[in-house]
């Protein structure tokens, strides 16, 4: 009975965080830049050799936070 509810709240918590993870969260630059601790040039960087995925609404970079985490780490694992 009690691994039956222990096992119910596991489910029910990695459910609710594959789905936050699977949430776009659009950051502009300055956010990037604050969440890494990255410099704007470092950002640019990235953009230009393609490291990451962005998209630019006017003027404005935006970049989906999850997705960047994920390739970074990705890349830090091999």
């Given at each position: 009975?009690?691994?039956?509810?222990?096992?119910?709240?596991?489910?029910?918590?990695?459910?609710?965080?594959?789905?936050?993870?699977?949430?776009?969260?659009?950051?502009?630059?300055?956010?990037?830049?604050?969440?890494?601790?990255?410099?704007?040039q470092?950002?640019?960087?990235?953009?230009?050799?393609?490291?990451?995925?962005?998209?630019?609404?006017?003027?404005?970079?935006?970049y989906?936070?999850?997705?960047?985490?994920?390739?970074?780490?990705t890349?830090?694992?091999r």
């Amino acid at each position: 009975m009690l691994c039956s509810i222990i096992d119910l709240a596991v489910d029910k918590a990695v459910a609710k965080e594959r789905e936050r993870q699977s949430e776009v969260l659009l950051m502009d630059s300055d956010q990037i830049c604050a969440k890494f601790g990255i410099t704007r040039q470092t950002l640019q960087v990235w953009r230009e050799r393609k490291e990451i995925p962005y998209i630019q609404i006017g003027g404005v970079y935006r970049y989906d936070f999850n997705k960047i985490i994920q390739i970074k780490e990705t890349k830090r694992k091999r």
